[in-house]
């Protein structure tokens, strides 16, 4: 029966085995490489949600750093247990952004601690005075300390919006 087979038929089949041998070869190389582009984009997207959650933290350390700022500003008077909160709400400020940054922190806590004090020791003419009181170095602090967070509070955003620019 095979020798009955045309000449043409064992070419084909020849030609069709030998395009099934160069499919077998190339499988190999096309799976590998499959796979790299699978790695590749689950790279991708893990530095994406590192880059996500990097920004969420940021973002967080940013709105306890401006609404503490606003809260003192709008009431003047900022309570001792509201500043240790802050303080220790920032503690990650360290881990996530640049040492200027801790800097600015511990001064946002120690003129927060100044005007808490400068408003304790505050006495107006209905009050009794204690010995040694000094009514203008006290507004004199409340003054600056308030003035220090009136100009912080506009500055605040200009400072954090290089690490929290979505525009890349």
């Known amino acids: 029966m095979i020798d ?22 190339l499988l190999t190389p096309m799976i590998a490489i499959i796979t790299c582009y699978i790695a590749w984009q689950q790279w991708q997207t893990n530095n994406r949600k590192l880059k996500l959650d990097l920004y969420d933290r940021r973002l967080k350390i940013y709105r306890i750093i401006q ?4 809260k003192v500003v709008q009431t003047t008077k900022p309570d001792i247990h509201e500043i240790y909160e802050f303080y220790n709400q920032t503690m990650e400020v360290d881990f996530l952004f640049p040492k200027e940054f801790r800097k600015f922190v511990d001064e946002v806590y120690s003129i927060s601690t100044k005007l808490f004090s400068a408003n304790q020791q505050y006495r107006d003419a209905t009050m009794v005075i204690p010995e ?26 200009k400072m954090f919006e290089p690490y929290l620019s979505i525009k890349k």
């Not at 085995?17 to 070869?25: D, E, K, M, R, Y």
């Not at 004199?140 to 009136?150: C, K, P, Q, R, T």
């Open 132 to 157: 040694g009181y000094d009514h203008n170095a006290v507004c004199d602090m409340m003054n600056a300390s308030l003035a220090w967070f009136l100009d912080k509070h506009s500055n605040v955003k």
């Open 67 to 70: 609404s503490h700022i606003a």
């Open 4 to 25: 009955k087979l045309p000449a043409q038929s064992f070419s084909q089949i020849n030609e069709i085995s030998n395009l099934i041998n160069a499919f077998q070869l």
